[in-house]
DNA sequence: GCCCTGACCGCCA
DNA sequence: ATGGCGGCCAGGG
């Protein structure tokens, strides 16, 4: 197993699960982001040991099992933008919650500083 | 198996 | 700052 320091979701909650070593692995990563921080979805494949697949992350978490209550607001594409498209629903949103827990978000971005570095394996 | 799509990313004009 | 392009890879038809 080269999962890197990632650890599967809680067992209580895998057994009903897609059964997706991957998607759990993501999913377990966004869980450990922060309150009022941020990071990206090429950070958190990384992260989830799945270097260069960021757009598994988009995947992960468009599937994510509501049930699951990720904290989806807080991964934002490179730069710290906002990956929807800036008119829609989901885009105001991921801002809404953002500002919520005190992270700036301007012109469709969030600071730099607030993005955390999910240590890298 | 082939083709298209996409909550991505980095590079470059 | 903005837009286009190729690379990437898993899903779905």
Redesign the pocket.
Known sequence: MRRGSVQPLDPARTQSL?G?A??EAIWYTVCAIPRGQVS????V?RAAG?P????????A????PPSLN?P??R?????G?I??PKSSR?HAE?ARRLRAEGVAVR?GRVAASAITDLGEP
């Open positions: 897609t997706n991957a998607l990206t979805y090429g950070a494949a799945l260069g697949r960021a757009r598994q992350t988009g995947y978490l468009r599937v994510a990720l989806w607001h991964v934002v594409g490179a730069g933008r990956a929807f989901a991921q012109a």
